[in-house]
């Protein structure tokens, strides 16, 4: 496991704009894929968007699907997510989470929580109307 610590969180007006980051401890950030997750008061954690170890692959809930983006920064050990569009229904606390690339073995495998053992603290977003 990696330590993971996210950025970026903050309250904002529906409609406006946040980037999240994550940096990394692992010297083998780089092999890793990495995953945002959220949860939102009273809510199950779910599944944001996700990315393959170099970049090529990039994963989305269908409420992320349009809005978010997500990227990443090997030489510096950080993966973001940029959010536009945001609205009051993506409040929520968002993890950043990360394993070996090799523990993915389907697209499906990217979205489950169990798939990655090392997590973020989180950062909080809220969004207004």
């Known amino acids: 496991q990696v330590q993971l610590v996210e950025s970026g969180g903050g309250l904002v007006q529906a409609g406006a704009s946040l980037r999240l980051s994550c940096v990394s401890s692992?010297?083998?950030?780089?092999?890793?894929?990495m995953g945002w997750f959220r949860q939102a008061p009273g809510k199950e954690r779910e599944f944001v968007s996700a990315?393959?170890?170099?970049?090529?692959?990039?994963y989305y809930s269908d409420s992320a699907k349009g809005r978010f983006a997500i990227s990443r920064d090997n030489a510096k050990n950080t993966v973001y997510l940029q959010m536009n569009s945001l609205k009051p229904e993506d409040t929520a606390v968002y993890y950043c989470?990360?394993?070996?690339?090799?523990?993915?073995?389907?697209?499906?495998?990217?979205?489950?929580?169990?798939?990655?053992?090392?997590w973020g603290q989180g950062t909080q977003v809220i969004v207004t109307s």
């Open positions: 990315i393959s170890w170099r970049g090529g692959s990039t």
């Open positions: 989470a990360g394993d070996l690339a090799g523990r993915f073995d389907s697209s499906e495998s990217h979205t489950f929580g169990r798939s990655y053992r090392s």
């Open positions: 692992s010297r083998t950030f780089s092999s890793y894929t």
